[in-house]
């Protein structure tokens, strides 16, 4: 693959074309405008770039991207900035353009019947969700960024959260896409077919791509109908074991209508307790793990808080669930959630975390968590590790608060150590480094390190084929 030199490229000459093309609001180079664009949610890289473009539409998109691929100028695209991998930073060595999609996010197209949405890349997640709730319609897709995030980044990083065992990935929500190539051409693969036998398909290089392929500018994605009835319940259960088991009978007692169940530990909530305003215990006595579950149906024939309530009589007297409390509306359900919410928040607020976003298969987390809970407190005596979140597909955030004397930066030096130590624990139980929150440049090494090879060459390949000039995000996802 052969590497571009924006050294010796002309970025005035780019810029003023650029101006021409997108008028001046559409190119911003002050540092104190750009310098939000610049920095990566978790405050562990800051970016540079000569300036950022905004296009307003997939045509200045295209015309965008052909002026910087003559140029020989690389692209970094970004949504909405939320990512936790640095996988939208445009780092000084690469001498790459920002291109930011926020102004494209308009609704191209709504049909109930076909239970689809044709929305561009820049359109907030909530905003999809709005949209499809107007017309009684589902968009599952649900991150705790989803007031900020973009759904062009949500398909770049095929973006997880709290429903992927009831509705999948991100991946598995998308129709078709439109993509903008990295030598500016325009691949419309904006279909609303299901069913597509006719070759490769291609939207799937793009959705996980991280933006090193092209830009998706648009994409057309799957609806739902809307539940009618919820249960949600807090549970204190005797420990991951006793959670799994737990997972498993709810969803053949509720015939697999379970949309979400999370694992909290104690910590975690003690936590969001101390630190995050209107949250409330809601057992009267502590316990070292809970699961939050919601199950949802698409009756309203008040069945599932049944279901649910026999669910846990039974898992009581199995030792299973030590105490459980049942919304008993949606007011007492959102307060469950905010918990939920909460350990996120709270963590800030305890010092340095270091932070680890892996999957194992369902039926090792238990395993997992005694091995790697035993790991890092010998590495580091003293961490306070908070283990938590998507335990319904797997998927453990295995945050580590500092020892509550430590000196946060020493601790957080030690960043990458811990990291490889926890990977290797997991790639052992034949798990994923990334669940959810992609490769971007924080952890290309680190995959590299842990991919077969093969796969690895298979990757830098498709990256050849589509974008010989390395042109599309430098650095990211693919060594060079």
Known sequence: MDTVSPKTAD?????????????????????????PFLKDQRGRYEGQTPFMIRPANTEEVSRAVALCAEAGVPLVPQGGNTGLVAGAVPFPEDGAILINLGRMNRVRNLDPTDYSITVEAGCILQSVQQAAEAVDRLFPLSLGAEGSCQIGGNLSTNAGGIHVLRYGN?????????????????????????????????????????????IITAATLK?????????????????????????????????????????????????????????????AENHDWYVLTELASGQADGSLRPVLEDLLAGACEDDLVIDAALAANERQAAAFWHIREGLVEGQKFEGGSIKHDVSVPVSKVPSFLDQAL??????????????????????????????????????????????????????????????EHGIGFMKVAENTRFKAPLEIEMMQRVKAALDPKNLMNPGKVVPH
């Not at 991951?240 to 015939?255: N, W």
Request: aromatic content about 6%; cysteine-free.
């Open 11 to 35: 970025y005035d000459a780019l810029r003023r074309d650029l101006i021409a093309l997108l008028g001046e609001k559409g190119v911003v180079d002050d540092s104190e405008t750009l310098s």
């Open 170 to 214: 991100a991946r598995d929500l998308v129709l078709g896409l439109e993509v903008v190539l990295p030598d500016g051409r325009v691949w419309d693969g904006l279909t609303a077919l299901r069913k597509d036998n006719t070759g490769y398909d291609l939207k799937h290089l793009f959705i996980g791509g991280e933006g090193t392929l092209g």
């Open 374 to 435: 035993t790991l890092v407190k010998e590495m580091v005596p003293g961490i306070r590790p908070v283990p938590f979140g998507h335990l319904g597909d797997g998927n453990i955030h295995f945050n580590l608060s500092q020892p509550e004397d430590a000196d946060r930066e020493a601790y957080l030096g030690r960043w990458d150590e811990v990291n490889h130590a926890v990977h290797s624990l997991v790639v052992e139980m034949g798990g994923s480094i990334s669940a």
């Open 223 to 283: 609806l739902f109908p809307r539940p009618r009835e919820t249960a949600v319940a807090f549970i204190a259960v005797a420990g991951p074991a006793a959670a799994v088991d737990l997972l498993a009978r709810a969803r053949e007692a509720s015939g697999d209508r379970v949309a979400a169940f999370e694992l909290i530990p104690r910590i975690g909530l003690d936590f969001a307790l101390r630190h995050v305003n209107g949250i409330e215990d809601p057992l």
